[in-house]
T-cell receptor
Framework: NAGVTQTPKFRVLKTGQSMTLLCAQD?????MYWYRQDPGMGLRLIHY???????AKGEVPDGYNVSRLKKQNFLLGLESAAPSQTSVYFC??????????????FGPGTRLTVL | EDKVVQSPLSLVVHEGDTVTLNCSYE??????LLWYKQEKKAPTFLFML????IEKKSGRLSSILDKKELFSILNITATQTGDSAIYLC?????????????FGEGTQLTVNP
């Protein structure tokens, strides 16, 4: 049982390049999330998904796209990276409400630098 | 809009001290309040609080919720250097928001030997 895993752990991009971050969970969680964490800003939600084939915008969705083709995977894409997207990205997953509500399990993070 | 405010933002203590971290919140539909500890990597879950006045305890850490005054505290007694971390307070949204968490900025705790 690996929990939540993220690929890659580190990446350096040039402005305008694209990339995809992969998140995988093996806990059969319904909900999955992508956050970014910046100094002094706390964790901010980018996009989330309440089930396979569904996604929704979070607080800071601009410049990112996501897909949830399989229940266990949640992909975060940057089509044209910008220096403002330099951050640490965390994926998380949780059960649907009620068992237990709200507890999220986090992946180890991806440190992305955009030059 | 849900809001979570933590204080202090930063705290430096010596080993053996007791610390109290604060979290106040405004939320439309309260379901629970969660505390996480974040060391160098991902946040790890500490406590979930749903009822006022019932203390949750895990070793030297304890937490309590006051739903009337809309705050929670996290206590750490006899601190150790391994307690150095960012402590995050968060609240999940309702069912229509996919249980998304609203996080406070966190309290950076540094415990010096």
């Amino acid at each position: 049982n690996a929990g939540v895993t993220q690929t890659p752990k580190f990446r350096v991009l040039k402005t305008g390049q694209s990339m995809t971050l992969l998140c995988a969970q093996d806990m059969n969680h319904e909900y999955m999330y992508w956050y970014r964490q910046d100094p002094g800003m706390g964790l901010r939600l980018i996009h989330y998904s309440v089930g396979e084939g569904t996604t929704a915008k979070g607080e800071v969705p601009d410049g990112y796209n996501v897909s949830r083709l399989k229940k266990q995977n949640f992909l975060l894409g940057l089509e044209s990276a910008a220096p403002s997207q330099t951050s640490v990205y965390f994926c998380a997953s949780s059960y649907a409400l009620g068992r237990p509500a709200g507890t999220q399990y986090f992946g180890p993070g991806t440190r992305l630098t955009v030059l | 809009e849900d809001k979570v405010v933590q204080s202090p933002l930063s705290l430096v203590v010596h080993e053996g001290d007791t610390v109290t971290l604060n979290c106040s919140y405004e939320v439309t539909n309260f379901r629970s309040l969660l505390w996480y500890k974040q060391e160098k990597k991902a946040p790890t879950f500490l406590f979930m609080l749903t009822s006022s006045g019932i203390e949750k305890k895990s070793g030297r850490l304890s937490s309590i919720l006051d739903k009337k005054e809309l705050f929670s505290i996290l206590n750490i007694t006899a601190t150790q250097t391994g307690d150095s971390a960012i402590y995050l307070c968060s609240l999940p949204g309702g069912e229509t928001s996919g249980s998304r968490l609203t996080f406070g900025e966190g309290t950076q705790l540094t415990v010096n030997p």
